[in-house]
């Protein structure tokens, strides 16, 4: 069983920076995608930003060059930097991995981490 564990989450002013992470445990797994998605007060999850296995990124169009995501393959975790901060940022940011674990698919998510951006 793989487990995600996210923290760097926080309440910053609008303006502000955090730097978000996903530490990833568990034994004779491989990840292919890591991902950060987020959820706001009553709206759907939505895909924030994701990294491949040969680093390709991809970004939501809201990010607007703002969020940097990256990742340790060696630990292995990913980070979401997060750069001029809106409070329309505000959510609870998901992490979201793909891989394979004992030749078997899977798809794991994190508990989640709270931003909440002031005006």
């Known amino acids: 069983q793989v487990q995600l564990e996210e923290s760097g989450g926080g309440l910053v002013q609008a303006g502000g920076s955090l730097k978000l992470s996903c530490a990833v445990s568990?034994?004779?797994?491989?990840?292919?995608?890591m991902a950060w998605y987020r959820q706001g007060p009553g709206r759907q999850r939505e895909m924030v930003a994701v990294?491949?296995?040969?680093?390709?990124?991809n970004y939501a169009h809201f990010v607007e060059g703002r969020f940097t995501i990256s990742r340790d393959t060696v630990r292995p975790t990913a980070y979401l930097q997060m750069t001029s901060l809106k409070p329309e940022d505000t959510a609870v940011y998901l992490c979201?991995?793909?891989?394979?674990?004992?030749?078997?698919?899977?798809?794991?998510w994190g508990q989640g981490t709270q931003v909440t951006v002031s005006s």
């Open positions: 979201n991995v793909i891989g394979t674990q004992g030749g078997w698919s899977f798809g794991s």
């Open positions: 568990g034994s004779d797994f491989e990840l292919t995608t």
């Open positions: 990294i491949t296995d040969s680093s390709n990124t």
